[in-house]
């Protein structure tokens, strides 16, 4: 978007509100986001740009690093059961 916003002399938020007014608009922006999107993830994956910046621009696309964890055991809560704690004490 940067580039064709300069390439228009214009902002990006002008673009987006004009997108906003304009179907065909909006398309052509979507579309730019699309090959962005997988111009980032082939060239990075083929070592053509930088791995680390290619990531962090695809989170402009929703694709994030993260884990989820399911703290679930066959479909059912996991709790801990207490049990008695005993200390013996041992002569050195």
Do not use: W
Request: charged share 20%; proline share 2%; with cysteine.
């Amino acid at each position: 978007m940067a580039g064709l916003a300069l390439y228009a002399n214009c902002s990006r938020s002008s673009l987006y509100n004009y997108a906003s007014s304009s179907e065909e608009f909006k398309d052509m922006l979507e579309l730019i986001k699309a090959r962005q999107e997988v111009e980032l993830i082939n060239k990075g994956l083929k070592g053509e740009f930088n791995a680390s910046i290619a990531k962090l621009m695809l989170a402009n696309h929703g694709y994030s690093e993260k884990q989820i964890l399911d703290h679930q055991s066959m479909g059912s809560g996991i709790t801990a059961k207490s049990q008695p704690m005993r200390i013996e004490l041992v002569a050195p």
